[in-house]
């Protein structure tokens, strides 16, 4: 008989902490749902509460809770998900992407590629009956009625969990490189962090090798992608000498990238520029350079998703630099 089983996570908890601490093992750099066997405290549940008013995803169907009929566990680690509650499929812009599978609860219903499946059991991911992996923490997310979780691909290009880098660069004239760029829900100009999603090449991973399946995350990869990024963005080049960590680790639920079957995994690389290296974007890259001195005036102009990470980075920058470990790539 299937029963529905909460009040003890359905993955391999200790396994995803493990292989979070072994990525960032600076415990000062955890923040919302890393390294943690627990999941969410309940500030980070208060924050993603507010943030659900307003649901971006309008073409999706209702959430799913854990009330929702047709919601059951077949086994440790294994779960139907019922139908109607997918997000709106987006297709990426770019041809490479996990192929997207609706909900079913048909008797044999469709599966993704096995090496995939293989990948998240190696995370210790739990998995529907499609195959697809669960976020470390849905049924926590599900068990609250102001969060929830639609199901299915919606706009992320890949099952399970995708890297982002976000990088705080500073020079040592006690300056730091911000990007302007628009936001949901009021699309206001607000003050960012350059950064964006990892890629295959960040990895040293060829792109079909990595959709096939061969997706390493490594803390090199990191801090290329935020590099990458942050020269993309701005044209600030990194030197290979500049001393970089990772200063804040989470996995935020976001309605534009979080689902039941996929979800982000956000870093935060603080990026010191050597001596006599200045902050210098490039002419119309929509960038700008701010005094730390007048961060904390400045600090509600930055986009709510940043601020924690930017401050958290910036405390760094004192007596922890010596963390920085130079020319880590």
Do not use: K
């Not at 995803?16 to 600076?26: G, K, M, N, S």
């Not at 566990?73 to 987006?90: F, M, N, Q, Y």
Request: with cysteine.
């Amino acid at each position: 008989m299937r029963t529905t089983v909460f009040g003890r996570m359905s993955f391999d908890s200790a396994s995803v902490r493990a292989q979070d601490v072994a990525l960032v093992p600076d415990e000062a750099a955890w923040a919302a749902g890393f390294a943690t066997t627990t999941g969410y405290t309940e500030n980070a549940l208060d924050e993603f509460g507010q943030n659900a008013v307003p649901d971006w995803q309008t073409g999706s169907g209702p959430r799913l809770h854990a009330w929702t009929r047709g919601l059951e566990r077949i086994s440790l680690g294994r779960w139907v998900v019922p139908g109607g509650c997918d997000a709106e499929t987006v297709i990426p812009p770019m041809g490479h992407h996990d192929i997207s599978i609706p909900t079913s609860t048909a008797r044999r219903p469709r599966q993704v590629p096995q090496r995939l499946q293989q990948l998240f059991a190696h995370r210790g991911w739990a998995r529907d009956q499609h195959g697809r992996c669960l976020h470390p923490f849905w049924e926590q997310l599900i068990q609250d009625a102001r969060i929830g979780l639609h199901t299915g691909l919606g706009s992320n290009r890949s099952w399970g969990e995708a890297v982002v880098a976000n990088a705080v660069v500073v020079d040592r004239r006690d300056q730091v490189l911000l990007i302007r760029h628009s936001s949901p829900p009021d699309s206001a100009t607000r003050l960012a962090l350059p950064g964006g999603y990892a890629l295959p090449v960040d990895e040293g991973v060829a792109p079909a090798r990595w959709w096939a399946g061969q997706r390493p995350v490594t803390r090199a990869g990191i801090l290329r992608a935020a590099s990458r990024h942050v020269a993309a963005a701005t044209g600030q080049v990194v030197p290979a000498d500049a001393a970089m960590a990772i200063t804040a680790a989470a996995r935020p639920v976001t309605w534009l990238q979080t689902t039941a079957n996929a979800w982000t995994v956000e870093f935060t690389v603080l990026i010191l520029l050597p001596r006599g290296v200045a902050l210098q974007p490039r002419d119309g890259a929509g960038a700008c350079v701010r005094s730390l001195a007048d961060l904390g005036d400045r600090v509600g102009l930055v986009d709510p998703r940043h601020r924690r990470s930017l401050l958290a980075a910036v405390t760094r920058i004192g007596p922890g630099i010596a963390n920085c470990t130079a020319g880590q790539r």
